[in-house]
């Protein structure tokens, strides 16, 4: 089978969204839910690897408080209910900052210098994530 067909049906499952790429190595800041508007639960926190190679899954069902920063380019996630605080750093997080309001980003992905081709300086870039539990 080919990958045509295999991508296609991954965005039919909601697996894969219009916006996802082929391409690992180009980068995305984050992406968003399925295709049909299917609920998304969890949002996937992936950093870059060398910064940390534990993938977090946070469940989207509890509450979420949030704080943009839009001078400091800082977005911050607080859950009360687990004691979690997810902070973000990086540039132009203006939609994304949204997008998480709606519940709509399935996942968030730090750029890797080691793996990611260079991004230019219009689009959007995650440089850190950082968790702390207390």
């Known amino acids: ?9 991954a965005r039919m499952r909601g697996d894969l969204s219009e916006n996802d790429t082929e391409d ?6 984050w992406r968003v839910g399925g295709l049909r508007g299917e609920t998304v639960t969890k949002l996937l926190l992936v950093p870059a690897h060398a910064a940390n190679p534990e993938i977090w899954r946070i469940p989207y069902l509890q509450t979420i408080l949030q704080r943009y920063d839009r001078q400091g380019g800082q977005l911050c996630l607080m859950f009360p209910s687990s004691d979690l605080m997810v902070f973000f750093e ?4 203006d939609q994304l900052d949204q ?32 968790i702390q539990q207390s």
């Open 1 to 9: 089978m080919s990958g045509e067909f295999w991508k296609h049906h």
């Open 24 to 29: 690992e190595s180009i980068y995305q800041a």
């Open 90 to 93: 990086g540039r132009g997080l």
């Open 99 to 130: 997008l998480l309001d709606s519940r709509r980003v399935r996942s968030i992905h730090m750029f890797d210098p080691d793996f990611h081709h260079p991004v230019s300086d219009d689009l959007p870039i995650i440089t850190k994530i950082s």
